[in-house]
């Protein structure tokens, strides 16, 4: 697993190097770390306090819950947000280097999902945000000790990552496609049939070649619905690049993952499994 | 076919350790086996039934033919009932641990297709449940001896299995993500344009990244056909990673089934299935 | 190219073994191949009178044209039957054993394009079926020497045949989720929300799970829409699964399409490209 | 990087040369070269040119924009119009062989992109055919040194190109397929549901078979319904063939990119990009 991404390398180097006061390595333990009671203790109850927050702000939003429970209900809220910007300061406090975790993606993802409760006081509606509570409960696999879960994801990241630059071609291929077609069918169906600007029959587009489809728009003439039938095959077919993007990143990904194991001389490791020499100081292995 | 799931090979062990009583290995041979005439009759006249049964449940919900013919199919129906729950206990009967049987696979499917029929007694409307009896339907491969299609669906199976961590991870990461699109579009639409709470949104946003796009709801302000716009790329996207995942997982398998057989001579391995000579050293395999 | 499916090789035999009269060899020449003068000026013509036939059954069907060309129409499509059926008896004469070829796969496809003109004077309404007639074009690779793209087609038809197993083991599963899932969905909503029979719920699950979402029929019940959003990410995963099957069967096919060389002493092909013995006599290659 | 698309060969064959003026060398490293300073700037400004201009068109097209903003808008178009008029006459002045751009796949796309303007003083609308611009976009990729990038489009672009006969194939089959299924629901659903000719029914069949599924048509009696499960199915499964084929072509190449060089000593291939010894000798490369 040399391949992690900076957020995580951050705080692991950090908790490597041990917090010089005895106070922030307890604290950094309990936190941080899962393997402790302590620390179980401390995620399970993160972990239950996230869900039923997003809970909340889901049951709010719909109607005749919050004619009924609508006071509850935005008690619970401001408790939790109390509670995770207290989290999210001693996080903080328990790490020697805070400003590298405040910039990690678990740090990001923490301060995101406490800021739009303070926010909401400015402006209301904002508060409909805390959804993105969500996002915390990747921090599920850590607890459950599912390195196992998390490695797969990063297999899967880093797969994705390795096929990137396939993906943008791909995307701004598709993105100057998608303008191509919406304008052919504004030039065609016109806005009599609904299609009164290019940006929505750009919207059209998408609608149509990622396969979705809603018919909120649709072509009626019949010089339209040939345009709509090419843009179906076309979007049909398209589909079939990111698929196989990926396929084979995962499938090269599969070939080179069976490495594990190192060089005695120089510790270089990613040997294919057929290897009897380290293919980068050319000992024996 | 070194692999198999759990239930069947509990079955098949208490088959080996031959059951004590003659009664019940002449009954286990007519019941489990399909080997014998008489197994075979029974495994065909089973499906017969199993197919009638659905076809009795599935017409009764039509209310022309509930109409006419209601009286004749209720009749039908419990008919089936008392057949399949006669065939349930002589298959507990038949098998020296019914625990094993009840518990396994095949057992709870069993079970699963005559409970709603007893149920129904207590609550109307359970019977149309009854229709879960398809999934007996399953059994169709063995009657006709197609080990190789189960072979086929255990090494789907097992494909899907070892993929597993990654598609728990996706999976994660999908919900995530169809939360905060779902909300995102709530507070940009808004209940008067349909989107009344967050998990009807929620809801819309499953709806349109999996590209089905009902489009009983769909965004009218440009905001939100733009969000929706990257809510369809996004899924239209993500759709080629399960695909990938399973495709490497299937081409990986289908590398590392051929081999298995080394050379006696040079000890080479990776040998073809048909091969007779091996394919470094020209000794006989 | 030794896989070949067994409507072509009947055929190839039969014109290997050269039919016995001068005439019928003449014949065969002429309507079979395509690499003399008269075969290709005859293959052309009868490409262009199959798109011709297609577009008047197509256009007949338009109100407006059928108004004012129906007649000519009417004539056109007589004459083009005739002269298909005066081609089908030609071919039955042209070859030495006739039944071979009215029984291969293209024997069938231009049986089928002449009937449902003779069958539209018994029942009016099934002339629109002779738009079958469009199945004959695939003689179109035949005509510009493209045997590389039959020779394609063969191939992705194999990988098809290859995985019909898993195939059938895949649509079997997706059958039985179908009528599960369109049932809970019927037994949740009920007629009242338009899932007026099982069936129909059925017809309903499966535009879910194949992702097309037509929305004549959507859930408006909370419940139902969970079990739709359950239904959608189901489909949307199993998606993966075929092409899984394909992508894998065809990377195989292409890791093994190496081969091309040919045992000196045995003359077996398919060896692997590292291979120094033939793997099925042991001679040096 | 040695697969580039014939067009892009020709103007770098062409640059190599050296234009025999100087003061065509310079135009030419200005405008086709992105490395010095002013090739950069000149691109930069190019890039930007064209997503206002792109901006522009799109703006216009709505209607409350064209009212207010409608004498500006056009003013900006003529205004690029003519800016990219200029620097096509200057593409041509600045390289050797202005008919080998003038053809190639920039050539074209730069014409394109200024055709429609002079056209719209002919026939009024043709303006909006003007964002084809966004196809020039493509450049993108040169300006930020993304031959990388540039790379893997054509790796992308040769991976469809060597799957074209599978892919003609496969889209005869689709379209045959469409026709007999639009028809055979035209037969059964009738005008009197909407299914008002053929043509119609097979823009139905391919919204169904692509899984787009407007719902602007669709079928209401049961055998319709019936016909279209099965279209859909097939659609569904068929969806998995081009994936494949694209998979498995990627997979090749991928698995085909990393060898060529062989080991000095012992001749042994397939070692990784990063090998600097033989891994099966270790010898030094």
Redo the contacts between chains.
């Keep these: 697993m040399r391949c992690m991404d900076p957020g995580l390398k951050a705080h692991r180097s950090s908790s490597e190097e041990k917090p010089g006061s005895e106070l922030r390595a307890r604290l950094h333990e309990v936190i941080f770390e899962s393997d402790t009671p302590a620390g179980k203790t401390f995620d399970v109850a993160l972990l239950g306090s996230i869900v039923l927050s ?1 809970l909340a ?2 049951l709010e ?3 005749d819950v919050k004619a009924r429970f609508g006071q509850e209900l935005q008690v619970a809220e401001w408790v939790f947000t109390i509670l995770f910007t207290v989290e999210y300061v001693l996080r903080l406090l328990a790490v020697r280097k805070p400003w590298l975790y405040a910039s990690s993606f678990y740090g990001l993802i923490d301060l995101v999902s406490v800021a739009p409760a303070y926010l909401s006081l400015a402006m209301p ?1 904002a508060q ?2 805390l ?2 509570r ?2 915390r ?2 921090r ?2 850590r607890v459950f000790k ?1 390195t ?2 998390l ?3 990063h ?2 990241w880093n ?2 990552r390795a096929s990137r ?12 496609l998608v ?2 077609m ?2 052919l069918v ?2 065609v169906e016109g ?1 009599e049939n609904g299609y ?5 029959s ?2 059209w587009a ?3 070649m ?7 728009m ?1 072509p ?1 003439t ?1 010089l339209g ?2 345009i ?2 090419v843009a ?2 076309l ?3 398209i ?16 070939g080179t993952a069976t490495s594990s194991q190192a060089c005695p001389s120089c510790s270089a490791e990613g ?2 499994e ?11 292995l």
Tied chains: 1, 2, 3, 4.
Excluded at 166 to 175: A, D, E, G, Y
Excluded at 196 to 200: A, C, E, F, G, L
Aim: glycine share 10%.
């Design positions: 997003v702000v889901m939003s719909i109607a509606g409909a945000l959804v993105v969500v996002l409960l990747v599920v696999f599912l196992r879960f490695g797969e994801g297999s899967l797969a994705l630059p396939k993906i943008v071609v791909f995307l701004t291929t598709v993105m100057a303008c191509v919406g304008t504004y030039i806005p009164t600007s290019i940006p929505r750009i919207y998408i609608v149509t990622t396969t979705v489809g809603y018919g909120d649709s009626s019949p619905q040939a709509a039938s179906m095959i979007g049909y077919g589909l079939a690049v990111p698929t196989g993007i990926v396929s084979s990143e995962l499938a090269k990904r599969a040997h294919d057929d290897a009897v020499f380290c293919k980068y100081c050319g000992c024996k």
